[in-house]
């Protein structure tokens, strides 16, 4: 055989690939990857925002650490047949154990924002949080999905302001109320304070060269039309019209004197399920259970609040010792893998909560990217199953977690 004929016969040319978008996911292979790709594309300030977190960033660190430092302890030859990772929560059905998180100010990454985000999360069987402080409204991210809706709500100080948000998603058909109550005050997020980044983001002589440096990121930016608080148009706690450094608005215009007898009230105006995001201690926990509240999101805000608080699925054991069976437990923060979502149900949790990670798939290819990371975390759990020798989500248990 010659030389020519040896080659081609262990040689194979493959298509040209025309997409350019897909040429770009296809040199991804996990969420740091993604990260990577959204990294290069976006402005240094913009960046930051969504992959920074308070002061050292210690929080932000352990929330994956956390995860990486549990092991599994598979089971063999259990006759392993077939995969379901379906289940539920809050009584409607998951496609597989995960939320998309809240997230403020989306369009920041692809000017698609929420509605992408939104869109993907209907494709792919699961529940997406809009955030108070998002760049499309209720109405308009309900407009492009008939998938399962959550709203996110901060105590602003004017409560009239929540009640008709809330009043309009319920009338959106927003199936749950997830309050976040780690905000009494705003975390110092030092990158953001170093760059003196305001949103939405300026072009002026501190970021015209990093624009410059990222046009693809500039052109869609300056092409779409301008970001708001699109909940808060016109309403005088200020919609982003001018840019505002995030931290002097918030203190400004929430509530830090927020108590549990503000979950009563939200009881009062909301008659669905009730979700409860930042609870830390078993202490809290159990107090939620008290309130009647359906869930609680065990977070420390992505790390973005207060440095030094305790990693999500450090809490998932304790909490679930302590609570489990009166109320369903969601683990918020750090999750980057499918098998961190098996972990956080094996330890516990009914479910995990996403954000950054979507985040990076929206900045490296937009809608697209969305699509790949919560693909790959669906083929990661019923690989992740499989290999531990469990057939469904039901069947995990802390037996398999070294």
């Not at 300030?45 to 599994?72: C, P, Q």
């Not at 289940?87 to 403020?104: K, M, Q, R």
């Not at 215009?253 to 830390?280: C, M, N, T, Y």
């Not at 926990?285 to 509240?293: E, M, R, T």
Request: charged share 25%; proline share 4%.
């Amino acid at each position: 055989m010659s030389i020519v004929e040896t080659l081609r016969s262990v040689i194979r040319v493959g298509p040209i690939e025309t997409d350019r978008i897909e040429r770009r996911l296809r040199r991804a292979a996990n969420v740091a990857d993604l990260r990577r790709i959204a990294r290069r594309r976006m402005p240094g300030g913009v960046f930051d925002y969504i992959d920074g977190a308070a002061e050292d960033e210690r929080t932000l660190a352990a929330n994956e650490r956390a995860f990486a430092e549990v092991s599994f302890r598979p089971r063999v030859l259990r006759g392993v047949g077939s995969i379901d990772v379906g289940s539920h929560l809050l009584g409607g059905e998951l496609a597989y154990p995960l939320v998309l998180a809240p997230t403020g100010f989306t369009r920041i990454a692809d000017p698609a924002g929420e509605l992408a985000v939104a869109r993907a999360a209907a494709r792919a069987g699961l529940p997406y949080t809009l955030s108070t402080l998002s760049t499309r409204s209720i109405e308009d991210v309900r407009a492009v999905s008939d998938g399962r809706l959550w709203f996110q709500v901060y105590a602003w100080r004017d409560r009239a302001l929540v009640r008709e948000m809330i009043e309009r998603a319920a009338a959106a058909r927003y199936e749950a109320l997830v309050l976040t109550v780690d905000t009494a005050v705003f975390g110092r997020r030092e990158r953001d304070v170093r760059r003196g980044f305001s949103l939405p983001p300026t072009i002026g002589p501190r970021t015209f060269v990093d624009g410059m440096l990222h046009p693809g990121w500039t052109m869609a930016f300056v092409r779409s039309e301008p970001i708001r608080f699109a909940n808060v148009l016109g309403r005088e706690v200020g919609d982003g019209a001018s840019p505002v450094n995030l931290s002097d608005y918030i203190n400004a215009q929430f509530d830090p004197s927020l108590s549990w007898a503000d979950v009563e009230w939200l009881r009062s105006v909301w008659h669905g399920p009730i979700v409860l995001k930042g609870i830390q201690t078993v202490a809290d926990a159990q107090l939620a259970v008290d309130h009647g509240v359906d869930a609680i999101a065990l977070s420390n805000h992505g790390g973005r609040q207060l440095d030094g608080a305790p990693a999500a699925f450090s809490l998932v054991a304790p909490v679930a010792d302590a609570v489990g069976g009166q109320i369903e437990i969601i683990c918020d923060g750090g999750v980057r893998r499918g098998s961190d979502i098996v972990k956080a149900v094996a330890a516990g949790a009914t479910a995990c909560m996403a954000g950054r990670a979507y985040l990076y798939g929206l900045g490296a290819a937009g809608e697209r990217g969305v699509d790949r990371v919560l693909e790959w975390f669906r083929a990661d759990v019923e690989r992740t199953l499989a290999l531990l020798g469990v057939e469904t989500i039901d069947a995990l248990t802390a037996d398999l977690l070294a």
